[in-house]
């Protein structure tokens, strides 16, 4: 009976251990000096943001739904990189490339979940302005902080419903012998190739979620986005052009970011055997890093409101 007990409750084929994060595969000597900017990009993300949310949590005047909404991605922001980066770090710097089987999970869970979430604000972003330049006299009405937060508890209850069933998915994988992971944090289908068994089903879920959520997202921003165009052409007004086009022209550049990255990463993830895997890697990191190094930066330059007060607190300190 004992043995029959520790038959059961240890390693067995289908459930391994633990897994090794290899990092950078062929670029393993360059680890420390990679480790350098990746470093950099975290630090000046989570300076940026936590920036953000501090200038807008002290001043009342700007506890309105545009600046709202950068709180909330201030917040996706720091989720996903924070996800990601430690453990690459700890990898980088310290050789650390265990992971347990519930905590590799958990990471997969999260990773994706506050992407998923990133999507849902860049699209009530998108709406934002397109109310405030297609309807503004209706504007304060439409859009209040209720409705903000409402719109946001809408998108992180998409987002955990969506992603709740990838690491379900791989739970159910059976991983034998090879339990070593071409990436730095543990990305669902690059797990999903650990696995000697079929993953079709994985791959399948993986290109519904990019389909449906970022897909779905990304029209709707495209149209939002044509409206708001359509409407400042018909302004006759160059100066009013100018005026709106600027408004808009931070959340463009966010947007373009955010999804170029994960959208490249998704495609060479499944579609691109033919690229070395240092590439699929580096892309894949790109999008943890990048977007929440250069949102912060992108909106305090872009929007003056947001500069100034950021300029004051920053000349305090």
């Given at each position: 009976m004992i043995n029959h007990l520790m038959a059961v409750f240890n390693l067995t084929p289908s459930d391994p251990s633990g897994?090794?994060?290899?990092?950078?595969?062929?670029?393993?000597?360059?680890?420390?000096?990679?480790?350098?900017?990746?470093?950099?990009?975290?630090?000046?993300?989570?300076?940026?943001n936590f920036m953000i949310l501090f200038v807008v949590g002290k001043e009342q005047t700007l506890h309105k739904p545009m600046y709202l909404l950068l709180c909330m991605l201030a917040v996706t922001d720091i989720g996903m990189s924070t996800s990601a980066v430690p453990k690459a770090l700890c990898i980088f710097w310290f050789n650390l490339k265990g992971m347990?089987?519930?905590?590799?999970?958990?990471?997969?869970?999260?990773?994706?979940?506050?992407?998923?979430?990133?999507?849902?604000?860049?699209v009530t972003m998108a709406f934002d302005r397109y109310v405030a330049k297609c309807n503004p006299l209706r504007y304060t009405t439409i859009l209040t902080n209720t409705c903000i937060a409402n719109l946001g508890l809408v998108g992180l209850i998409r987002a955990v419903l969506f992603?709740?069933?990838?690491?379900?998915?791989?739970?159910?994988l059976p991983f034998c012998a090879n339990h070593f992971i071409a990436h730095m944090y543990c990305d669902h289908i690059a797990v999903a190739k650990t696995s000697c068994g079929d993953i079709t089903v994985n791959r399948m879920y993986?290109?519904?979620?990019?389909?449906?959520?970022?897909?779905?997202?990304?029209?709707?921003?495209?149209?939002?986005?044509?409206?708001?165009i359509r409407a400042v052409l018909r302004i006759s007004s160059k100066k009013a052009h100018q005026k709106a086009l600027n408004t808009c022209t931070a959340h463009i550049c966010v947007m373009l970011i955010s999804y170029t990255t994960v959208l490249l990463t998704t495609l060479i993830h499944r579609f691109g055997e033919g690229i070395a895997p240092h590439v699929h890697i580096i892309l894949a990191n790109l999008y943890v890093v990048l977007p929440p190094m250069l949102n912060p930066i992108i909106y305090g330059v872009r929007i003056k409101e947001l500069c100034d007060k950021v300029g004051k607190y920053t000349c305090r300190i």
């Open positions: 897994f090794i994060l290899m990092g950078i595969p062929g670029l393993e000597a360059a680890h420390l000096w990679i480790s350098i900017p990746f470093s950099m990009f975290y630090i000046i993300g989570l300076m940026g347990t089987v519930g905590g590799c999970l958990t990471q997969t869970f999260f990773l994706h979940t506050v992407y998923t979430m990133h999507s849902a604000v860049l992603i709740l069933p990838m690491p379900l998915l791989l739970r159910r993986g290109l519904v979620i990019v389909f449906l959520v970022i897909g779905l997202d990304l029209a709707l921003i495209v149209l939002s986005y044509g409206l708001i």
